[in-house]
């Protein structure tokens, strides 16, 4: 497999669909202040032209490796989106984002990294109910326990509501 399409068939038969599966490296990023990288990026579905154009429609895979918002150990999880592309044979300046392609052949790689992340969540957890590392001291409170507010959440007659609050600051 490979992330190029050879679309030289697609050209001369507008309104025929041709189904392909490509695979393909992204390159690490940072998303939102986040280590984000994709591995595994395989793609499949079909592409027609329509005169110059190519659509692309199918769907993207891979596993992103990021880390815990709360705690900071790696995450990894599968991830999937939606593959709808439109390559152009010119590059239009009054709209530099779109997607070209060239000498008949079609470039994955830059429509499957933005489809991947469109998905990707707001935040990743390593679980759900990860308790995060104590703000004071740094020890993750998943495995282990600090003093530094001993008694303050059982006692407190508001740490129902604080609780609340700080679900609301996360998102
Ligand atoms: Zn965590
Ligand atoms: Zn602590």
Redesign the pocket.
């Known amino acids: 497999m490979s992330s190029t399409l050879n679309v030289i068939t697609a050209l001369k038969t507008p309104g025929q669909s041709y189904p392909f599966e490509a695979d393909t490296t992204i390159e690490k990023m940072q998303v939102l202040g986040d280590p984000v990288e994709f591995t595994d990026v395989t793609a499949r579905g079909e592409f027609m032209s329509s005169g110059e154009r190519i659509d692309v429609d199918g769907e993207a895979k891979a596993i992103v490796v990021s880390r815990c918002a709360r705690c900071l150990k790696p995450v990894s999880e599968p991830i999937s989106a939606p593959l709808h592309a439109t390559f152009h044979r010119q590059p239009d300046p009054e709209d530099p984002d779109q997607y070209c392609y060239e000498a008949s052949k079609v470039e994955l790689t830059d429509a499957i990294r933005d489809a991947l992340v469109l998905e990707l969540p707001l935040r990743f957890l390593c679980k759900a109910d990860c308790k995060g590392l104590?703000?004071?001291?740094?020890?993750d409170l998943n495995t282990g326990s600090?003093?530094?507010?001993e008694g303050e959440d059982d006692l407190n007659p508001f740490a129902a509501l604080r609780s609340i609050v700080e679900y609301n600051e996360e998102v």
């Open positions: 104590c703000p004071k001291c740094g020890i600090c003093t530094c507010q």
